[in-house]
């Protein structure tokens, strides 16, 4: 399985910098989880490739540019873009985002092929299939209604946290998989801004250090994202500071595979 943070910010010349301001991860260049910088980051064999993008939540940091996405390949796509989430986080895509006034409701629309966008809701807790993967969610502590997902390809087991605080049935999930090879972890905010990470509903590194105390697999690799870009520098001297093997900062732009 191969997986990327696509960039969403880049330099004058054009070129990805550490910064995360969006949230999107490609896996196999086919399926993204999270949609933040689906519409600026893709290369164009992407763009043609991807019709499946999990929501985990619509924070505007996880959907900024998927409407842009969407209008981009209107007249270009054969089959809908499938956006694949909760029943409770698709009727907040409805009611905020294509809701006509926000951008238009691309899922009443067609082109001369048929529907270009199409919601496909799961249920937390069931395992669903999405192109070659596996798929199973679980609800995580954040400020709406949010999921961690744990994603198979039938050799390669990961599991994305999302945006979440301290949490309990996420790791239940996770658990209960026979083996984890990578876990993407949210780490937001320095230790000095704890409160502020406990009011929005993140962690910041010492809380993420109590969160993996929950985590019974071993040998994996942790991957910390979603780290503010203003405190980023902070945030990765703090997760350093906590010792804690194959823990490093996912660098966007730069393909992992497991
Ligand atoms: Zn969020
Ligand atoms: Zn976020």
Known sequence: M????????????????????????????????????IGIALTEAQRRAVRDVIVTHPHMDHIASLPIYVDDLFAEVEEPIRIHATREVIDLLKRDVFNDNVYPRFDVLRNERGPVMQYVPFDIGKEFRIAHLTVTAAPVNHIVPTVGLLVSDGKTIVAFSSDTAETEEFWTMINRA?????????????????????????LTPAMLNAELGKLNHNGLDILAVHLKPAYRETVAKELTALGIDNLSVMEPGRVYEW
């Open 2 to 37: 191969n997986i990327q943070l696509l960039p969403s910010s880049f330099d004058a010349d054009g070129r990805a910098t550490s910064a995360q301001r969006l949230t999107c991860f490609l896996i196999d260049e086919r399926v993204t989880v999270d949609a933040g910088s």
């Open 178 to 202: 026979p083996r984890i090879d990578a876990l993407f972890i949210e780490a937001s905010f320095p230790d000095s801004m704890r409160q502020l990470a406990e009011a929005s509903k993140h």
